[in-house]
């Protein structure tokens, strides 16, 4: 499976101030050099002496307002935060060593960063969603210009919704050329739970047409079902 990263994601480049900021990162030394930090053109200057002196009081030695200096952080998140959240992962038996880890301010820019790396804005290729699906993934959809395929589950009268039908995913998939499977398997806000198993099926399913799949696991540690 090697599905490609959109062109508009193939193509970017960071500017010069992200590229020096990547290239610092990178350097074994770095905890022993001073730098300003100049993230997004603004150098790092300290804080008014009266908010210094009250954000100061909120923290123990080490916090970040102790130099009465908050500066900006790197994009894709500082180390700390990455490793917390590689942690979390860590935690449920995934192995995450080689993993990239972006880190947003909420699970709406990632997704929308999610379809412009899959897709780019104004793709012509339609990425895949299961009905009932999250309504805010239309308004993302919408607002980077990606157009958006669905296949229907069906409703139980035991209030639980069936798993997808993989056949009709496979017939969505070859007539519409879709670019990744999008899933939200404890999902918010339907409740229509995909479980591991099922969640396997899409993934191979992915594997054989060479698609992204994108999971979105907000609720992933919140099952209460007994199985895996």
Request: with cysteine; hydrophobic share 45%; proline share 7%.
């Amino acid at each position: 499976m090697n599905p490609e990263l959109s062109a508009h994601f193939a193509a970017r480049q960071p500017s010069a101030i992200r590229r020096a900021q990547i290239l610092f990162a990178e350097r074994a030394d770095r905890a022993s050099v001073r730098v300003i930090n100049l993230a997004i053109g603004n150098v790092t200057l300290p804080m008014h002496p009266a908010m210094r002196a009250r954000m100061g009081a909120l923290g123990a030695p080490g916090s970040p307002f102790s130099s009465g200096i908050v500066s900006y952080g790197t994009t894709v998140g500082t180390d700390e935060a990455q490793a917390a959240f590689k942690h979390v992962i860590a935690s449920a038996g995934c192995d995450t060593r080689g993993l990239a880890c972006v880190v947003t301010d909420g699970g709406s820019p990632a997704m929308e960063l999610a379809l412009v790396g899959v897709c780019g804005p104004r793709s012509a290729r339609p990425v895949l969603l299961l009905d009932p699906v999250y309504t805010n993934y239309m308004d993302f959809a919408r607002r980077v210009a990606v157009p958006t395929v669905s296949v229907r589950r069906e409703l139980g009268a035991d209030g639980r919704y069936a798993a997808p039908d993989l056949a009709a995913l496979e017939r969505v998939i070859e007539a519409k050329r879709p670019t990744a499977v999008i899933v939200i398997p404890a999902d918010n806000p339907t409740g229509s739970y995909l479980d591991r198993a099922g969640l396997a099926e899409v993934a191979r399913l992915c594997v054989r047409h060479n698609l992204w799949l994108v999971s979105d696991e907000a609720y992933r540690q919140l099952h209460y079902t007994g199985q895996p």
